[in-house]
C-alpha cells in the first residue's frame, strides 16, 4: 500500500524567504502530482513529474521528483503573501491513474 | 486548459434522503473518473474510480450501497449519497484524466459542499 508523507504540515514564512516541501512515498510510483487548494476551493495543477530527475519550474515554486530515494520536494523561491496557500503532492498508485495524497502542507507567506 | 465541472456546488439535504452529485468534462473525453471525499482541514480520499460502461471500483471502507456511482457517457459521471446523515456531510471532489496522448493530467471539478441535516 503506497503511504505518502508530507512535511512541514505547517509553514509560516515571511515574504522574500525561501523554503522547500518534502514529499515521501513507500512504494514505487510512475508519477508524482503537486497540486494547491486555497481555503474552501477545489485542487489546481501545479506540476505532474514523469520521471526521475525531473525538474520543473512555475514562477517562484520548483518541484523535483528523485524516484529512487521516492522523494519529491517544492521549492518555493522569495515568497510571496499570494502562494499561501494549503499544497498537496500525490504519487500514482503502482501502474494505475488512482493517486494517493499526502496531508498537505498549509503555507502562510506573512508581509 | 481541460475543464471538469460539477453541479451542485452546494446542497444542504435532510438526513434520509439521496442526493445526486454530477460530474463533467467539459471539453474531453474521460473514460475514467475518480470521486474523493474531503472532510475539513485533512486531505483527499479517494473514493471510487468511476469507469464508462462498467462498475465502479470501491476503495476499502467505502460503501458501494451508499455511495452509488453511475458513468453513463464519457463525459458523466455521477455520485448518488443514499440515505445521508450528517456524517457523509463533506467535500466531495471529482477528477477525470484524457486517457490518451501524453499529458497525464487529471484535471478536477470545483467541488461540491453536502451538509446533512
Known amino acids: 500500500e503506497l503511504k505518502v508523507e508530507q512535511n512541514p504540515l505547517f509553514l509560516s514564512m515571511q515574504e522574500g524567504k525561501n523554503y522547500t516541501i518534502y514529499c515521501n512515498y513507500s512504494?514505487?510510483?510512475?508519477?508524482l502530482y503537486w497540486y494547491r487548494q486555497d481555503p474552501g476551493k477545489s485542487l489546481e495543477s501545479l506540476f505532474v513529474?514523469?520521471?526521475?530527475?525531473a525538474v520543473k519550474q512555475e514562477g517562484r515554486l520548483m518541484a523535483s521528483l528523485d524516484t529512487k530515494a521516492r522523494l519529491s520536494t517544492l521549492h518555493i523561491t522569495a515568497a510571496v503573501h499570494d502562494l499561501s496557500a494549503t499544497y498537496f503532492c500525490?504519487?500514482?498508485?503502482?501502474?494505475?491513474?488512482?493517486?494517493?495524497f499526502g496531508k498537505g502542507t498549509k503555507l502562510t507567506v506573512n508581509p | 486548459g481541460a475543464v471538469v465541472s460539477q453541479h451542485p456546488s452546494r446542497v444542504i439535504c435532510k438526513s434520509g434522503t439521496s442526493v445526486k452529485i454530477e460530474c463533467r468534462s467539459l471539453?474531453?473525453?474521460?473514460?475514467?473518473m475518480f470521486w474523493y471525499r474531503q472532510f475539513p482541514k485533512q486531505s483527499l480520499m479517494l473514493m471510487a474510480t468511476?469507469?464508462?460502461?462498467?462498475?465502479?471500483?470501491?476503495e476499502q471502507g467505502v460503501e458501494k450501497d451508499k455511495f452509488l456511482i453511475n458513468h453513463a457517457s464519457l463525459t458523466l459521471s455521477t455520485l448518488t449519497v443514499t440515505s445521508a446523515h450528517p456524517e457523509d456531510s463533506s467535500f466531495y471532489i471529482c477528477?477525470?484524466?484524457?486517457?490518451?496522448?501524453?499529458?497525464?493530467?487529471?484535471?478536477f471539478g470545483p467541488g461540491t459542499r453536502l451538509t446533512v441535516t
Open positions: 477528477s477525470a484524466t484524457p486517457g490518451s496522448g501524453s499529458s497525464y493530467e487529471q484535471y
Open positions: 468511476s469507469n464508462e460502461g462498467s462498475k465502479a471500483t470501491y
Open positions: 500525490a504519487p500514482s498508485q503502482g501502474g494505475s491513474e488512482k493517486l494517493v
Open positions: 513529474l514523469l520521471s526521475n530527475g
Open positions: 512504494t514505487t510510483s510512475d508519477r
Open positions: 471539453d474531453f473525453q474521460a473514460t475514467t
